[in-house]
């Protein structure tokens, strides 16, 4: 019924930037908070940041600073731009999205990840 995919992910060397994309499609009535999350080897899935329908923003405390969220409402397109990159954001990248269906049901899918690799 829905479907999130990323891309944009990629190996990049201390200091590089990469921007990741995740595209939401399916029977959509709305979208609200959307999200990325990432997860590194051997460790648990944790908040990179959140982004509101209304443009409000949330980061992690490692990533404020370097990290940039952004949507595109009428694309149902979440955006993550990131500078600065450091080996130990090296992880398998999501985006979460909390939607409304033409049903009325209430879905948070998950995209099939993609690989970020900072290494020089």
């Known amino acids: 019924q829905v479907q999130l995919v990323e891309s944009g992910g990629g190996l990049v060397q201390p200091g590089g930037s990469l921007r990741l994309s995740c595209a939401a499609s399916?029977?959509?009535?709305?979208?609200?908070?959307m999200g990325w999350y990432r997860q590194a080897p051997g460790k648990q899935r944790e908040l990179v940041a959140t982004i509101t329908s209304g443009g409000s923003t949330n980061y992690a405390d490692s990533m404020k600073g370097r990290f940039t969220i952004s949507r595109d409402n009428a694309k149902n397109t979440v955006y993550l731009q990131m500078n600065s990159l450091k080996p130990e954001d090296t992880a398998v990248y999501y985006c979460n999205a909390a939607i409304v269906l033409n049903s009325g049901v209430f879905v948070s899918p998950w995209g099939q990840g993609t690989q970020v690799t900072v290494s020089s």
């Open positions: 399916g029977s959509i009535v709305r979208i609200n908070t």
